[in-house]
């Protein structure tokens, strides 16, 4: 096929011709040529494909940008790498018999240096882009909404503290800045709405932050995404991006709901009623009970751990141990260690109390 190049075979035996050496006359045209056009087939695919959902933050444009152009930047990368890789296996394969070495390859200086330095500069002006777009993304506003949220094993709390308000859900006004702070109290999580685009850890003793502004009235889910235990995959929780007046009677809602209230609270069996003390519901709600145990008075369906309307035995005691000690009674098709054993010091007596009598209540 090629002409031969007596150069070629310089190792031991007769000088005669080895493609794995010389290769074809053009072979390196013929690859530019045909990872160009596998280039922009693959870019214009990785364009057309909608990688993220509908966005509902003013940073998300930024950041699809960014991905953009990540894109356009890699394709090329990887089409270039399988273009040589594949080419070379397919043209300088070992004939069949071919039991000789390959030829003795000392490096090429130049195609070090080159690659190498193509790298080193893009990466560095990638860098450069996505450091500009985070300072700008992450740069202060006035009138910000501060929204503490925390992770634990598997469930998601916001704490909004200049509102005095605490939640389950995520509610946020449209197009006002908002802060979050973000902590856990257990393992690692990672805080993400996919519409918001940013996302941040949670990580153990320390408080990251993210800044954005909702500019979209919807329904998203919070969902965890840093493997954090058998649970991680439930731990999603509902945002809502409502307006600003909504976002008010929101609020003012959840501080009535706080407060004190005299009326009665749950009809069937709701409330703890211990002397006054701590709402069972509310306890159960706001540990997260609820994304991993079935419970119908409080509307839950979690599979992780075992079904609550059905304790066995259900009794004060019983209960009160699984609670604090998850390990000593383990429900038969269950494993210990599923459920975070640090209740007996999260919860205050009160609240533990409380609880104990909200779901015992749910037996009879
Ligand atoms: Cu928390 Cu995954």
Redesign the pocket.
């Known amino acids: 096929m090629a002409e031969r190049d007596p150069a070629a075979g310089t190792t031991a035996g007769p000088p005669e011709e080895d493609p794995r050496i010389r290769g074809e006359r053009h072979p390196v045209a013929r690859m530019i040529a045909l990872g160009i056009v596998c280039s922009l087939v693959g870019i214009a695919i990785a364009l057309a494909i909608d990688w993220f959902p509908e966005s509902a933050a003013g940073s998300a444009d930024q950041i699809d940008t960014v991905y953009d152009v990540l894109l356009i930047c890699s394709v090329p990368i990887f089409v270039l790498v399988m273009t040589v890789a594949i080419y070379s296996v397919v043209r300088f394969r070992a004939k069949p018999g071919d039991m000789r070495d390959g030829a003795p390859i000392h490096g090429n200086t130049r195609l070090e240096v080159v690659w190498v330095t193509i790298p080193f500069l893009m990466v560095t002006a990638l860098a450069i882009y996505g450091w500009i777009v985070l300072d700008d993304l992450e740069a202060k506003q006035p009138d910000t909404l501060i929204v503490n949220v925390t992770?634990q094993?598997?469930t998601w709390s916001f704490d909004y503290p200049s509102e005095k308000v605490k939640s389950n859900e995520l509610v946020l006004p449209k197009d006002r800045p908002v802060e979050f702070r973000i902590h856990t109290k257990d393992v690692l999580?990672?805080f993400w709405v996919p519409e918001f685009r940013l996302k941040s850890d949670a990580v153990p003793g320390l408080t990251t932050k993210i800044r954005l502004t909702p500019d979209r009235i919807g329904r998203y889910q919070v969902v965890?995404a840093?493997?954090?235990g058998i649970g991680?995959s439930t731990?999603r929780q509902n945002v809502r991006v409502v307006t600003r007046a909504g976002f008010d009677s929101w609020l003012q809602d959840q501080e009535e709901a706080a407060a004190p209230a005299p009326s009665g609270g749950g009809e069937e069996g709701g409330g703890g009623q211990a002397g006054g003390g701590a709402d069972g519901a509310a306890v159960f709600e706001a540990n997260g009970c609820a994304s991993c145990h079935t419970f119908k008075p409080a509307n839950a369906t979690g599979t992780v751990g075992p079904d609550l309307d059905e304790i066995e035995p259900a009794t004060a005691d019983f209960i009160r141990q699984s609670i604090v000690d998850p390990n000593a009674n383990v429900t038969k098709g269950f494993s210990p260690d599923i459920m975070p054993q640090d209740f007996g010091d999260k919860l205050s007596s009160d609240d533990l109390d409380a609880l104990v009598e909200y779901l015992l209540k749910a037996q009879k």
């Open positions: 992770g094993q598997f999580h990672s965890c840093e493997l954090c991680h731990m």
